[in-house]
Structures are given as structure tokens and as C-alpha cells.
């Protein structure tokens, strides 16, 4: 998704993927890139990988806007400079938004494994969860950043800061590997 596009799934699955250019903004499922918005719906991003700035599931690169409801971000990884081997956002003025989504089993080089935001770039961004799972990182932390939690979200570590009502940190969500299960 580039510049001022829109995309939008509803029960689809992006897997499999690969973003290899090591300078590029990296997003192995899904770059959003400028103003551009996406929007999943009980959707699936699954092991994909990314060579370049962080987000081996999804980048949010500049002032776009992407919203997940009802999905499954799992077994992605990024090897790049930042983080976010779920999902990255680089911090400048566009919004991440995450109702009832599960993040599990994600890694990354540096940084937070599931989510990574870059928050020292100066930008007004809002990163928010609602109803979210954030659990089993492939090795260190699960989140890296600053993020705005609306309730009732489980972290199966403290990385995530997580305060509002209904939140639990360093809690096991008791997940089974990524399966079709019918």
C-alpha cells in the first residue's frame, strides 16, 4: 500500500512473505507506506520476514493509518535495524489501532518482538489495544515504545506497560501454536 491508498481484507491470510531489501522500510505481509490506510478484518499475517526497518508482519511507515479487528499477527520476524516482528510503526503522525487481535510467537532482532514503536522520532502517532493478546516473543521483550491500552489486554510479559482496566501483564495466555482449526 503506497501513498494515499486504501487496502482492505476481510477473512483473508497473508503468509509466506518476504520483504529482502535490507534498506528498505521492510514489511514482509504488509508495508503501508505514506497516508495510505488498511483496514483487517479477521485476518491473518503469518510468517512473513523482513530484511529492512522492522515490521515482519506489518510497517506502518510515515502518517498512515491501520486498523485490525479480529486477526491473528503470528511467526513473523524482522532482522532489520528496528523492531517489530509482528508489527512496527515508525512514530510519526498516523495511528495504529488493535481490537480483539493476538499477537504470538513473533520475533525480531532488536527492539519489541510483537510491536515496535518508534516514538523517539518526534511524532504524534497513537498506538492503541483493546481486547489484545501480546505473548510468547521468540526471544526478548514483547513490545518496545509507548502505547495507549483501552482495556482489557493480556501481555505475557511487563514490556507492553499496560495499566487500564481489565489488563494483565506478565500472564501466559495458554496459547497453542497457530493451527487451522476449522
Known sequence: NNEAGALTLDRSTIAGNAATDTSGFGGGGILNNGMGSVTLTATTVSDNASAGDGGGGINNNASGTVT????????NLTTGSEGGGGIYDNGNSGAVVLDFVTLADNGAT??????????VRGGFGV???RNTIVANPSSGSNCNG????????????????????????????LLAPLAANG
Open 146 to 173: 509507548t502505547f495507549l491500552s483501552n482495556g482489557n489486554n493480556l501481555a505475557s510479559d511487563a514490556s507492553c506497560a499496560l495499566s487500564a482496566a481489565g489488563d494483565l501483564e506478565n500472564t501466559s495466555p
Open 127 to 129: 498506538f492503541s489495544l
Open 110 to 119: 532488536t527492539g519489541g518482538r510483537s510491536l515496535h514503536v518508534n516514538n
Open 68 to 75: 485490525l479487528t479480529n486477526c491473528t499477527i503470528s511467526g
